[in-house]
């Protein structure tokens, strides 16, 4: 059965910090690109970091430039969202994606992770 499974939400102070894993099962994440994405209320589901399969190249939204980090353990068969100076809308809902993308197209999604920022 193929999953993502997110962990590492939570409540945190301003200013604080939280890492975000996604862990795989049922594929192996080494072919696929892997993104975080996230969801306020109200709002769209944003794109918040990217990293390529080999972890070569990484994009990130204007709004966690220098604040975020993503990064993959391909023999883990997992990737991570370090999130330092959390701000209060940096509350959302985060959410793990795997995509390959040609002829073997491939679209996964995690369940999602609370974070919420607040004093």
């Known amino acids: 059965q193929v999953q993502l499974v997110e962990s590492g939400g939570g409540l945190v102070q301003p200013g604080g910090s939280l890492r975000l894993s996604c862990a795989a099962s049922g594929f192996t994440l080494s072919t696929y690109t892997m993104s975080w994405y996230r969801q306020a209320p109200g709002n769209e589901r944003e794109l918040v970091a990217s990293i390529t399969s080999t972890g070569a190249s990484t994009n990130y939204a204007d709004s966690v430039k220098g604040r975020f980090t993503i990064s993959r353990d391909n023999g883990k068969n997992a990737v991570y969202l370090r999130m330092n100076s959390l701000k209060p809308e940096d509350t959302a809902v985060y959410y793990c994606?795997?995509?390959?993308?040609?002829?073997?197209?491939?679209?996964?999604w995690g369940q999602g992770t609370q974070v919420t920022v607040s004093s």
């Open positions: 994606k795997a995509l390959r993308t040609g002829i073997l197209r491939r679209e996964y």
